[in-house]
Antibody, heavy 121, light 107 residues
Framework: EVQLLESGGGLVQPGGSLRLSCAAS????????MTWVRQAPGKGLKWVSI????????YYADSVKGRFTISRDNSKNTLYLQMNSLRAEDTALYYC??????????????WGQGTLVTVSS | DIQMTQSPSSVSASVGDSVTITCRAS??????LAWYQQKPGKAPKLLIY???TLQSGVPSRFSGTGSGTEFALTISSLQPEDFATYYC?????????FGGGTKVEIK
């Protein structure tokens, strides 16, 4: 069974940093594109970033470009999101998700349960 | 960036009703659209991808149509477990974007 377990969220002051982790199991992690999607409290889904299986191709939403870095450690089956220069508007539940297939388009399933990031002084 | 506009933002319906949700892309995206279901306090779940392909395990009362800029998700014969929020997502180019969501509520 595919499982994704996020961790690393918490309360951080504006301008601070946080690193999120997503531990994966139940599939060949290195073969799959992975993504981060966030959801502000009571709001909709917002795509954040994506990384290929090898970890050398990444894309970001404009709102986080230059502040967030996605990476992965395939030896540890773990996805990361390093978040720097955090702002109040980054407050959200952060989900990691697995691309459904090795090829094809970027559709995601399953998703983890999410980790909450709160940026506040 | 491609904007995804869903309508309506909410709909009230009864068990057994048929409901259709639409998603409009700001530019043509061929068939590169997916639909997700999210229940309160839960992670999203993929229902349909490539506009009309049902994800494994998803009931056949869910169906998707469309191409280009206009897409629709239809739930025929609503079941109690279908009351949730539904999102569309494109994969025509980066950045990926989601629609604003449609909440299906019990009438």
């Amino acid at each position: 069974e595919v499982q994704l377990l996020e961790s690393g969220g918490g309360l951080v002051q504006p301008g601070g940093s946080l690193r999120l982790s997503c531990a994966a199991s139940g599939f060949t992690f290195s073969s799959y594109v992975m993504t981060w999607v966030r959801q502000a409290p009571g709001k909709g889904l917002k795509w954040v970033s994506i990384i290929n299986g090898g970890g050398d191709i990444t894309y970001y939403a404009d709102s986080v470009k230059g502040r967030f870095t996605i990476s992965r450690d395939n030896s540890k089956n773990t996805l990361y999101l390093q978040m720097n220069s955090l702002r109040a508007e980054d407050t959200a539940l952060y989900y990691c998700a697995k691309k459904v297939t090795i090829g094809g388009h970027n559709w995601f399933d399953p998703w983890g349960q999410g980790t909450l990031v709160t940026v506040s002084s | 960036d491609i904007q995804m506009t869903q309508s309506p933002s909410s709909v009230s319906a009864s068990v057994g009703d048929s409901v259709t949700i639409t998603c409009r892309a700001s530019q043509g995206i061929s068939r590169w659209l997916a639909w997700y279901q999210q229940k309160p306090g839960k992670a999203p779940k993929l229902l349909i991808y490539d506009a009309s392909t049902l994800q494994s395990g998803v009931p056949s009362r869910f169906s998707g149509t469309g191409s280009g800029t206009e897409f629709a998700l239809t739930i025929s014969s609503l079941q109690p477990e279908d009351f949730a929020t539904y999102y569309c997502q494109h994969d025509n180019s980066f950045p990926l974007t989601f629609g604003g969501g449609t909440k299906v509520e019990i009438k």
